[in-house]
């Protein structure tokens, strides 16, 4: 079982940058691909970046590929998502999550943490 809780968000002017960072506990985190995701308000949740267990493979969202990195270090069993040129379609609720294999798939992910909200204002 995986714990979760993100942190890094905020309100930030279009043009910047934000990281968020998703802390995980529980001893499978290490053999976890890991996701971020996004909720705006009425709207569904969807993808936006996910990496491998080892970090070897990453794959983006249309919407925020060249602008968005993800990357990991399972000495901390920590997730990070830099956000870079950061634009108001981007407001939303970001949700990290855990999963038994590397996938775009929402319905794949088993864990997720309570979401921390950014704004990006114009």
């Known amino acids: 079982q995986v714990q979760l809780v993100e942190s890094g968000g905020g309100l930030v002017q279009a043009g910047g940058s934000l990281r968020l960072s998703c802390a995980a506990s529980g001893r499978t985190f290490r053999s976890s691909a890991m996701g971020w995701f996004r909720q705006a308000p009425g709207k569904e949740r969807e993808f936006v970046a996910t990496?491998?267990?080892?970090?070897?493979?990453?794959s983006y969202a249309d919407s925020v590929k060249g602008r968005f990195t993800i990357s990991r270090d399972n000495a901390k069993n920590t997730v990070y998502l830099q956000m870079n040129s950061l634009k108001p379609e981007d407001t939303a609720v970001y949700y990290c999550?855990?999963?038994?294999?590397?996938?775009?798939?929402?319905?794949?992910?088993?864990?997720w943490g309570q979401g921390t909200q950014v704004t990006v204002s114009s």
């Open positions: 999550a855990a999963a038994n294999v590397h996938t775009r798939e929402i319905q794949r992910y088993s864990y």
């Open positions: 990496i491998s267990w080892s970090g070897g493979i990453t």
